[in-house]
């Protein structure tokens, strides 16, 4: 079936311009995380989204970032304000308990932003 | 709060070398131990797994074995190709399928 979708897959804007950045996961699976992968600096943990509950917001690095899921299926990450150190891949995952072998992460294609 | 560590690369390995990629981890309770790999050009995808003590994950020649009384996950190949040069991660899941990953090391295998 179908994988992670991320779009765009390349991103270029200017410095104080908003973004929006899509995930669509695999159609039935109830948790969905973002990630920032930066050069040198592996994979950083951003917000995850499991069913219906609060999501985890802890790894946002300030206001600026904010994430939604709606109909508990496609998310958007937006980036207010970006600044030339948000470039970065921007990476979504999905999985879920119930399908699969437990525990497994999808990861999407990323989007890579360039903040000019 | 959950930590993963790894080795920073770059490694650098003759073909049929053997391979050994550090990882040892903090976390509360018995969380579940992955690896992910990332070849050039391609998105993250799932290497092995353990999910409890004492398992051994494996897949494509590659092995960890989860050990609680080190907390630690090595990644071992015992002899490694050219089409394994990939970036690795080791990753964690803890509580409410939240996932901690480590920085990545970067593999390169040279003919």
């Known amino acids: 079936g179908a994988g992670v979708s991320q779009s765009p897959s390349n991103k270029v804007t200017e410095k104080g311009k908003d973004v929006e950045l899509r995930c669509d996961p695999i159609s039935g699976h109830t948790a969905l995380y973002w990630y920032r992968q930066s050069l040198g600096q592996g994979l950083e943990f951003l917000i995850y989204f499991q069913g219906n509950s609060a999501p985890d917001k802890s790894g946002l690095p300030s206001d600026r970032f904010s994430a939604e899921r709606t109909g508990g299926s496609v998310s958007t990450l937006t980036i207010q304000r970006t600044q030339q150190e948000d470039s970065a891949v921007y990476l979504c995952?999905?999985?879920?308990?119930?399908?699969?072998?437990?525990?497994?992460?999808?990861f999407g294609p990323g989007t890579r932003l360039t903040v000019l | 709060g959950d930590s993963v560590t790894q080795m920073e690369g770059p490694v650098t390995l003759s073909e049929e070398a053997f391979l050994t990629i550090n990882c040892t981890y903090t976390?509360?309770?018995?969380?579940?131990l992955f690896w992910y790999v990332q070849y050039p050009g391609e998105g993250l995808q799932l290497l092995l797994k353990?999910?409890?003590?004492?398992d051994k994950g494996s897949n494509k020649g590659f092995e960890a074995t989860y050990r609680k009384e080190t907390t630690s996950f090595h990644l071992e190949k015992g002899s490694v190709q050219v089409s394994d040069s990939a970036v690795y991660f080791c990753?964690?899941?803890?509580?409410?399928?939240?996932?901690?990953f480590g920085i990545g090391t970067k593999l390169q295998v040279i003919p």
């Open positions: 976390a509360t309770g018995y969380p579940s």
């Open positions: 353990a999910t409890k003590a004492d």
């Open positions: 995952a999905s999985s879920s308990p119930g399908g699969g072998p437990p525990d497994t992460q999808y």
């Open positions: 990753a964690l899941r803890g509580g409410y399928q939240k996932v901690t």
